[in-house]
């Protein structure tokens, strides 16, 4: 009767001692990126914001009241009900190209960030796992265009450009800003090419190719994200600084050429501070969500900034 009972007892022993260690397993997982993400106050925040200022730049065709280009009210006008930041020196509807000035700025820092960034970690990988003469040349080429003044050579490249338009700022602010990514890349590679299991891969036969990308470039992810996130900052705040400076295309509505207008138009001397402060507020707001974004990348390759 005994051993009718211990054979009875015995699948069921079994599958209770299953769940447990089904949990455990589950629990051993951890969280995934985009819950470490969401749980860091700032990332959240940073988030949140980059999330409204992509619907108004993918949105912008329904969300505008007025096609920013066209003269729809009096010249200098206030706000109103009509025009809820008031009309610029030509009658065009402020809250209309603030609008449509999101797409710019997020165009020019996606496009330019990912070409940047590109060319960085190209470059730091190539660097930082070969040996010898490559690694020279490229270290040279890197601290050459490091030591290179970035504002001057922008603005000289800009000016003298035969051709104005978002694709000449995106190269421009591309080819200049690919250097300090590539250094930081390069360290971090030659700290990993000495690491056990990449001697291990050597031994194993892999080709060099499959241990950048299968082995190195995986525990680089947070690195690259940051790479991404500060190339795509400077990539905003350089179209801005260009367009304010009149070297951009002059029919493309951004950010930085509103400000550019609105100093030349005289907005402070004719009281339209709402012309002058949102473009340079949006700016703001929008670096400062990649700003707190970071926070929270930072704390997927650190597991000691995790709060809680």
């Known amino acids: 009767m005994s051993s009718a009972t211990s054979i009875q007892n015995e699948p069921l022993g079994v599958e209770t001692s299953a769940v447990p260690a089904q949990r455990s397993n589950n629990a051993g997982r951890g969280p995934r990126w985009y819950v470490l993400l969401w749980r860091d106050p700032k990332c959240r925040v940073g988030l949140v914001l980059l999330a409204v200022f992509v619907l108004a730049a993918i949105l912008a065709p329904w969300i505008a009241p007025y096609d920013p280009r066209a003269a729809v009210g009096g010249p200098s006008e206030g706000p109103s009900g009509a025009h809820w930041l008031g009309t610029t020196d030509s009658g065009e509807d402020v809250f209309s190209q603030l609008i449509w000035g999101a797409r710019t700025s997020l165009l020019v820092g996606l496009v330019a960030g990912l070409i940047s960034t590109a060319i960085g970690l190209i470059i730091g990988l190539v660097a930082g796992y070969s040996q010898g003469i490559v690694d020279e040349i490229l270290s040279f080429l ?88 500060g190339a795509a900052l400077g990539a905003i705040g350089g179209e801005a600084g260009l367009s304010f400076l009149g070297l951009g295309d002059p029919q493309t509505v951004s950010w930085g050429a509103m400000l550019n207008q609105a100093n030349i138009g005289g907005a402070l001397l004719t009281g339209q501070f709402a012309w002058l402060v949102a473009p340079g507020l949006a700016l703001a707001l929008l670096i400062t969500s990649f700003t707190l974004i970071n926070f929270g990348i930072d704390t997927l390759s650190n597991p000691q900034l995790r709060e809680g």
């Open 142 to 229: 890197t601290n050459l265009a490091l030591v290179v003044p970035v504002l001057p050579l922008i603005v000289t490249l800009a000016s003298y450009s035969p051709v104005r338009g978002i694709g000449m700022i995106i190269f421009v602010i591309s080819i200049t800003g690919w250097a300090y990514g590539a250094r930081i890349k390069r360290s971090q590679v030659i700290s990993l090419r000495t690491r056990d299991y990449i001697s291990a891969a050597r031994l194993a036969g892999d080709s060099t190719p499959r241990i950048i990308l299968r082995e190195i470039m995986p525990n680089m992810t947070s690195l690259i994200v940051v790479g991404f996130m």
